[in-house]
């Protein structure tokens, strides 16, 4: 079993950055994707970006650029850094882990944190 937690929401102006984190335990870190999906209010979850166990890193069309996902293995952890916020990046942040495979479609990931809210004034 693995359990992911976020931290790091708030609120923000627009242009301005955050830096979220996922705190993963349970299993071995590095066996695993990595990814960040988002839902806002009302609207379906939305694939962010994700890192594969190779460290490669694919990103949603919509945040590159301005968005950079890493990861500091001795911490068991993965971080998405925000930055150029725009006001329809508000939503809740989720983190999300699959030993098995890596998917733009949020159906397709198993393990799933409790989620981060993200709010951005203009």
């Known amino acids: 079993q693995v359990q992911l937690v976020e931290s790091g929401g708030g609120l923000v102006q627009a242009g301005g950055s955050l830096r979220l984190s996922c705190a993963v335990s349970?299993?071995?870190?590095?066996?695993?994707?990595m990814g960040w999906f988002r839902q806002a209010p009302g609207k379906e979850r939305e694939f962010v970006g994700f890192?594969?166990?190779?460290?490669?890193?694919y990103y949603a069309d919509s945040v590159k650029g301005r968005f950079t996902i890493s990861r500091d293995i001795t911490k068991n952890t993965v971080f998405l850094q925000m930055n150029s916020l725009k006001p329809e990046d508000t939503a809740i942040y989720y983190c999300?882990?699959?030993?098995?495979?890596?998917?733009?479609?949020?159906?397709?990931?198993?393990?799933w944190g409790q989620g981060t809210q993200v709010t951005v004034s203009s």
């Open positions: 999300v882990a699959d030993a098995r495979q890596t998917s733009v479609v949020a159906t397709s990931w198993y393990y």
């Open positions: 890192m594969l166990t190779t460290g490669g890193i």
């Open positions: 349970g299993r071995t870190f590095s066996n695993y994707a």
